[in-house]
């Protein structure tokens, strides 16, 4: 019987301040005793995008009073951590140093081990937090600043399929959002527009499906989306609700359509290499999106795969993820000591080439 681990676990690496107490018990299922975030919208809004340097302020400023937050609803002392995990990149480097600096501060204090957590590797380990997925499962990471399809085999041990080769499909929803005068983030707003559009009203290109592998581009749509929007206004002066609704149907159609393709594509290497694991699932951001969810869904089923999404608080950024693969990583023997440092890009695959994209491009992750 494997024994009982508690860590709490910080985050910082973009514009939420979280942090989180998680426990397992021997080979039970995970539990998230609790999990606070602290999100910035409100401090970046007037300036279209998060400002780096505000963005650190404020993780400085609110990480204590996150570990006290969620220690108080844990109804736990940090004495009674096993070790503290915390994001030590990819990101904003401002933000990750800041969370790395708030952990050692506690490890020292307490003398507790300190567990340095890749973001996402956060994100790709959550259907083991809520589903305990057995290893090997494929994962689509879709946030603001990533897209990558992995087969994941182990804590530490990635393997990249394909990802994209220049925007994320977030940040392609806020340009869009953006393009059209809605509100950021874009993509809750653009999926609402879509609801009351016609996907074929316009005709967006369908980018790298004549390509066999599993990379994926996403800056042609936002080009395409402006294109199509200027010529509207220039017909007739104007955008109507009915013509925003049509553009951001047609833009969340095409996404979804080439997500959903480039998935069969990627679950086709997934069973080649494990043909016995059938586990296909979403984390990040865009794994909200409805229309991608269903289409991706639609996918899966046709190959017989389990499709899991993570319940939406544990799909964005948050610290019970990075108190998870924080645990995983100290139960399997993993720690580090004073010396750990904040990475701004942290590929997840070493091994695979490095591409416009891969590691870190937008400013979220
Ligand atoms: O994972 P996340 O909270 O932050 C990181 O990027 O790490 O993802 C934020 C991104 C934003 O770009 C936002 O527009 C997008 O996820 N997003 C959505 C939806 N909800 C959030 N995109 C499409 N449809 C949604 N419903
Ligand atoms: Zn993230």
């Keep these: 019987m494997e024994q009982s681990l508690t860590l709490l676990g910080l985050e910082s690496s973009c514009d939420d301040t979280a942090?989180?107490?998680?426990?397992?018990?021997?080979?039970?299922?995970?539990?998230?005793?609790?999990?606070?975030?602290?999100?910035?919208?409100?401090?970046?809004?007037?300036?279209?995008?998060?400002?780096?340097?505000?963005?650190?302020?404020?993780?400085?400023?609110?990480?204590?009073?996150?570990?006290?937050?969620?220690?108080?609803?844990?109804?736990?002392?940090?004495?009674?951590?096993?070790?503290?995990?915390?994001?030590?990149?990819?990101?904003?480097?401002?933000?990750?140093?800041?969370?790395?600096?708030?952990?050692?501060?506690?490890?020292?204090?307490?003398?507790?081990?300190?567990?340095?957590?890749?973001?996402?590797?956060?994100?790709?380990?959550?259907?083991?937090?809520?589903?305990?997925?057995?290893?090997?499962?494929?994962?689509?990471?879709?946030?603001?600043?990533?897209?990558?399809?992995?087969?994941?085999?182990?804590?530490?041990?990635?393997?990249?399929?394909?990802?994209?080769?220049?925007?994320?499909?977030?940040?392609?929803?806020?340009?869009?959002?953006?393009?059209?005068?809605?509100?950021?983030?874009?993509?809750?707003?653009?999926?609402?527009?879509?609801?009351?559009?016609d996907p074929r009203r316009f005709r967006f290109p369908r980018p790298l499906l004549d390509r066999p592998d599993c990379n994926l581009s996403f800056s042609g749509l936002k080009t395409a989306l402006m294109r199509m929007r200027d010529q509207v206004m220039a017909e007739k002066g104007g955008l109507t609700r009915q013509d925003r609704a049509d553009l951001c149907a047609g833009f969340q159609a095409a996404v979804a359509d080439v997500l959903a393709e480039k998935t069969r594509r990627a679950i086709r290497h997934y069973l080649e290499e494990d043909p016995a694991a059938r586990t296909v699932s979403v984390a990040g951001g865009v794994a909200a999106n409805t229309a991608i969810r269903a289409a991706l869904e639609t996918v899966c089923t046709e190959v017989d795969a389990q499709f899991l999404a993570p319940p939406l608080a544990l799909c964005t950024d948050n610290a019970a993820m990075i108190a998870y693969a924080g645990l995983e990583r100290f139960r399997s023997g993993a720690q580090d000591g004073m010396d750990l440092t904040a990475r701004p890009r942290w590929p997840l695959d070493q091994s695979s080439p490095a591409m416009l994209g891969s590691g870190k491009k937008g400013a979220k992750a």
């Design 19 to 197: 942090a989180a107490v998680v426990r397992q018990s021997g080979q039970a299922p995970a539990e998230v005793l609790s999990s606070v975030v602290f999100g910035q919208t409100e401090l970046h809004s007037a300036f279209g995008g998060v400002v780096p340097e505000i963005a650190a302020r404020a993780h400085a400023e609110k990480l204590d009073h996150c570990v006290r937050d969620a220690l108080t609803a844990a109804n736990l002392r940090l004495q009674d951590m096993d070790a503290i995990a915390v994001t030590a990149g990819p990101g904003l480097i401002g933000g990750v140093i800041s969370g790395v600096m708030c952990a050692k501060g506690l490890a020292a204090a307490t003398g507790l081990p300190l567990v340095g957590v890749n973001h996402l590797a956060g994100h790709a380990l959550t259907p083991r937090l809520t589903d305990a997925v057995p290893y090997p499962y494929l994962m689509l990471l879709v946030s603001g600043g990533h897209c990558q399809y992995l087969i994941v085999r182990g804590p530490d041990e990635f393997k990249r399929l394909g990802g994209t080769i220049d925007d994320a499909p977030g940040e392609a929803f806020d340009k869009t959002a953006r393009l059209l005068g809605l509100t950021q983030p874009g993509g809750p707003s653009v999926q609402k527009e879509a609801k009351s559009g």
